[in-house]
């Protein structure tokens, strides 16, 4: 069975709306990131990086979110969470969910986990200070980027779920009255029973 490595409200969340949206058969193992469970010698030996999402099939372990989120989408086809039979298409897919993996996580991370960048808490503090104004800019970029209902256009794909995450997280940031795109996805998400599902099942309803 599969096997989802996860942290409630990480962009783990995004992987795990997938699943479900393709309804797959998953254990999702919960870990504890401010207790350090990621750094556990037994995690560590199935992904090196120490991070979440982690997704275990049946041929190996994958990481990486952009990678994760393809991969569903291609091994549950009828689920339809990406444009797989179009080549232009699905590299905007792909282009779309690298550059939110690339991009606007960095510079969160930023404020959140500063000391991965510098040991000085000068530094950091500096780090933090400008976060906020590039996870901005970061909002105006994708907003111009979506097509509208969708990020894609008409249909919902993984790349919704995925910028539904850092929605979540840019409310307790920045203004997000000024993306309205932006916005009117993440409610498309919001409401959808896979998302509503997991956020229940990883207690953040
Ligand atoms: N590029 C990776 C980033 C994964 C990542 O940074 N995950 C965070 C949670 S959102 C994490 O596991 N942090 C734990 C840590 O830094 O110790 C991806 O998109 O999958």
């Not at 783990?12 to 309804?23: D, M, N, V």
């Not at 994958?62 to 569903?72: R, V, Y």
């Not at 510098?118 to 970029?141: G, I, M, R, W, Y």
Request: net charge neutral; charged share 20%; hydrophobic share 45%.
């Amino acid at each position: 069975m599969l096997k989802l490595f996860y942290a409630p409200n990480a962009c783990s969340l995004a992987p795990h709306i997938g699943l479900e949206e393709a309804g797959a058969d998953y254990e999702a193992v919960r870990l504890d990131l401010k207790a350090g469970e990621q750094r556990n010698p037994d995690y560590l030996a199935l992904n090196p990086k120490g991070r979440v999402p982690l997704l275990i099939t049946d041929k190996g372990p994958i990481s990486e979110n952009p990678a994760i989120l393809t991969w569903i989408a291609q091994a549950y086809p009828e689920a339809k969470l990406a444009p797989t039979g179009d080549a232009f298409a699905f590299a905007k897919f792909l282009s779309f969910c690298a550059g939110l993996s690339s991009g606007i996580h960095v510079n969160f991370a930023h404020a959140f986990r500063a000391s991965r960048w510098s040991d000085d808490e000068a530094a950091q503090a500096s780090l933090k200070a400008k976060a906020p104004a590039n996870v901005a800019a970061d909002f105006k970029t994708i907003e111009g980027q979506i097509k509208g209902p969708f990020v894609l256009g008409q249909d919902y794909s993984l790349a919704d779920a995925y910028l539904f995450v850092f929605v979540r997280w840019g409310k307790n940031m920045v203004e997000m009255s000024a993306y309205p795109k932006v916005m009117a996805v993440h409610d498309a998400v919001a409401v959808r029973p896979a998302t509503r599902k997991v956020l229940a099942d990883e207690g953040l309803a």
